[in-house]
């Protein structure tokens, strides 16, 4: 499977982007699809998910309230409306199909890295006024 990413941009405090994530065929069940973002000299951070299986989705705390994903099955793309965003949102966006889906322990987001794991390229986000 491919991944595509694409929608980030530059927008001014408050405003809103649409992330797409647009993979080559359907996913089995199996799958989770992920954002992830990284900040220039920061780790690489879970955002939000999806478990295809079950539609479990997982938000972080710093974008609860403030992001939406969700998913269209018949065009193989799932999405990340991004509401409210904020200089601290600035961050490469990812997208990733992880084959082992994911588990939420309470508020933390795990997944197990499997060698059938896809990570689409980064979108650049950038919030600035």
């Known amino acids: 499977v491919q991944l595509q990413a694409s929608g980030g941009g530059l927008v001014q405090p408050g405003g809103s982007l649409r992330l797409s994530c647009a993979t080559s065929?359907?996913?089995?069940?199996?799958?989770?699809i992920a954002w992830f973002r990284q900040a220039p000299g920061k780790e690489r951070e879970p955002v939000s998910g999806i478990n295809l299986r079950d539609h479990v989705s997982y938000y972080a705390d710093s974008v609860k309230g403030r992001f939406t994903i969700s998913r269209d099955n018949a065009k193989n793309t799932v999405y990340l409306q991004m509401d409210n965003l904020q200089p601290e949102d600035t961050a490469v966006y990812y997208c990733?199909?992880?084959?082992?889906?994911?588990?939420?322990?309470?508020?933390?987001?795990?997944?197990?890295?499997?060698?059938?794991?896809?990570w689409g390229r980064g979108t650049q986000v950038t919030v600035s006024s």
């Open positions: 065929g359907a996913l089995a069940d199996n799958y989770a």
């Open positions: 990733a199909a992880l084959s082992g889906g994911f588990t939420l322990y309470g508020d933390t987001f795990s997944y197990p890295t499997t060698p059938y794991d896809t």
